[in-house]
């Protein structure tokens, strides 16, 4: 699988899901003010992704490197191999949706369409994880995503990010000073072959 851009991904998000995710708890009114903000979300969302495929170059007893980035994760150097395929990749909810989000006041509303949001991220991984797995033949992957309560640093995101040099912004996603990805609601890792 060479490097690939799906824009935009495929979703849907079901009251039912939203009503379990949100624990919302079948209660009338927030079920009506979510409908309004799903109903938006399937007018408005473009969810997107990036991956790019990638190997181990070289790994010691203190690094990895990973097309030519160097990184310390503790996780990342007891699961890959010096020679090992992956894929690093990025998946976001979109501009177009992040937009309309920064427009709401309400905090019921915040807190819905933030809900929203993380199950359209959610939709890009698990896309983007069938598509290499399917491509390359992998039953089963692991994703490495730094400072998700992983041994991997969240300050080695920016040298991650910077693996995919130009294509974020085809993407629409770029990074600010403090590591954060943007959209707000946006991540970005490494999938790999389960050993």
């Known amino acids: 699988m060479n490097g690939q851009i799906f824009n935009p991904i495929p979703f849907e998000?079901?009251?039912e899901t939203l009503n379990d995710a949100l624990k919302l708890r079948n209660r009338k009114r927030l079920l009506n003010q979510a409908q309004l903000l799903l109903d938006q979300t399937n007018a408005a969302a473009v969810p997107k992704a990036l991956v790019i495929p990638g190997s181990v170059d070289k790994k010691t007893e203190t690094q990895i490197v990973i097309n030519g980035?160097?990184?310390t994760s503790p996780k990342l150097m007891t699961n890959l191999d010096e020679g090992d395929a992956l894929y690093a990749y990025i998946a976001t909810c979109g501009t177009e949706i992040d937009a309309y989000a920064a427009s709401l006041t309400d905090q019921m509303d915040l807190f819905i369409i933030?809900?929203?949001m993380n199950l359209l991220v959610g939709t890009g991984k698990t896309f983007v994880s069938?598509?290499?797995s399917s491509s390359v033949g992998w039953p089963?992957?692991?994703d490495?995503?730094?400072g998700m309560g992983e041994a991997w640093p969240k300050d080695e995101q920016v040298k991650l990010f910077n693996l995919f040099g130009c294509y974020p912004a085809e993407i629409g996603v770029s990074m600010e000073d403090a590591a954060f990805v943007l959209p707000r609601r946006?991540?970005?890792g490494i999938l790999?072959?389960?050993k």
Do not use: L
């Open 13 to 15: 998000i079901t009251m």
């Open 69 to 71: 980035a160097s990184f």
């Open 114 to 116: 933030d809900g929203i």
């Open 130 to 132: 069938e598509k290499v």
């Open 140 to 142: 089963d992957i692991y």
């Open 144 to 146: 490495y995503v730094p």
């Open 186 to 188: 946006s991540t970005i």
């Open 192 to 194: 790999s072959k389960t």
